[in-house]
C-alpha cells in the first residue's frame, strides 16, 4: 500500500518569514496530493491541494510543488502569520478503485512573533 | 453555511458501555468517512460510505460499526469501547470517491 512520510516533525519560523514542509510518496499510481491544516481541538481543514497532471499550484500565501518523478511534494507558506500556526499533514491517493487518503506524520509549525 | 456538523463534540463513556457517534452533512455529498484520530497521530480510516454501499478498511476492529439511514445522516456505533478506543472521531466527506473531503470537527472520545 501507499507510504507516505513527511518532514520535518516540528517546525518553528519568525513571523514573516516562510515555512517549508515535505512530503514523499511510495505509490507511483498515486494522482491527488491534499494539504491539511489542523489546530487544537478541530477538524482538519484543506487548505490546498494538487492533482498529478500539474507541477505547482498557489492560492494567495500558500502553495504547494510536485515533482513525480521524485514522488515527493512541498507546502510552501511565505510571509507567515501567527494564525499560520497549527499541524499541517499531507496526504496522496490515487484514484483508480483505491481513493483512500493516506496521511503523513503531521508537522507542528508554530510561528514565533 | 454547508457543512459537516458532528454531534456530541465531546463524549465521555463507561469501560465496555456503548455509544453513539453522529454525523450530519448539508452537501449533499456521496461519500461520508469515519477516522479515529489519536494524540499526536494523522487521522486513521475507519470506513466509509458511498451512498448506501459500506466500505470497510481490514484493519478495522468488529467493535466498531456504523450506519447510513440517508444522504445526510451517517453514525459510528462503538459496541464495547475500551481505553484504547479514546480518541478524537472524525467525520468527512466528499462528491464523490477521490475528490476533495471535507472534515467536520470531530468528537472527542473519553473512555473511563
Known amino acids: 500500500g501507499e507510504n507516505v512520510e513527511q518532514h520535518p516533525s516540528t517546525l518553528s519560523v519568525q513571523e514573516g518569514d516562510s515555512a517549508v514542509i515535505k512530503c514523499t510518496y511510495s505509490d507511483s499510481a498515486s494522482n491527488y496530493f491534499p494539504w491539511y491544516k489542523q489546530e487544537l481541538g478541530k477538524g482538519p481543514q484543506l487548505i490546498i491541494d494538487i492533482r498529478s497532471n500539474v507541477g505547482e499550484k498557489k492560492d494567495q500565501r500558500i502553495a504547494v510543488t510536485l515533482n513525480k518523478t521524485a514522488k515527493h511534494f512541498s507546502l510552501h507558506i511565505t510571509e507567515t502569520q501567527p494564525e499560520d500556526s497549527a499541524v499541517y499533514f499531507c496526504a496522496a491517493s490515487y484514484n483508480f478503485g483505491n481513493e483512500k487518503l493516506t496521511f503523513g506524520t503531521g508537522t507542528r509549525l508554530t510561528i514565533i512573533p | 453555511d454547508a457543512m459537516v456538523i458532528q454531534n456530541p463534540r465531546y463524549q465521555v463513556t463507561q469501560f465496555g458501555k456503548p455509544v453513539t457517534l453522529s454525523c450530519s452533512q448539508t452537501l449533499n455529498h456521496n461519500v461520508m468517512y469515519w477516522y479515529q484520530q489519536k494524540s499526536s497521530q494523522a487521522p486513521k480510516l475507519l470506513f466509509h460510505?458511498?451512498?448506501?454501499?459500506?466500505?470497510n478498511e481490514a484493519d478495522t476492529p468488529d467493535n466498531f460499526q456504523s450506519r447510513r439511514p440517508n444522504t445526510s445522516f451517517c453514525f459510528l456505533d462503538i459496541r464495547s469501547p475500551g481505553l484504547g478506543d479514546a480518541a478524537m472521531y472524525l467525520c468527512?466527506?466528499?462528491?464523490?470517491?477521490?475528490?476533495?473531503?471535507?472534515f467536520g470537527p470531530g468528537t472527542r472520545l473519553t473512555v473511563t
Open positions: 460510505y458511498y451512498d448506501k454501499d459500506f466500505n
Open positions: 468527512a466527506t466528499s462528491k464523490e470517491r477521490g475528490l476533495e473531503q471535507y
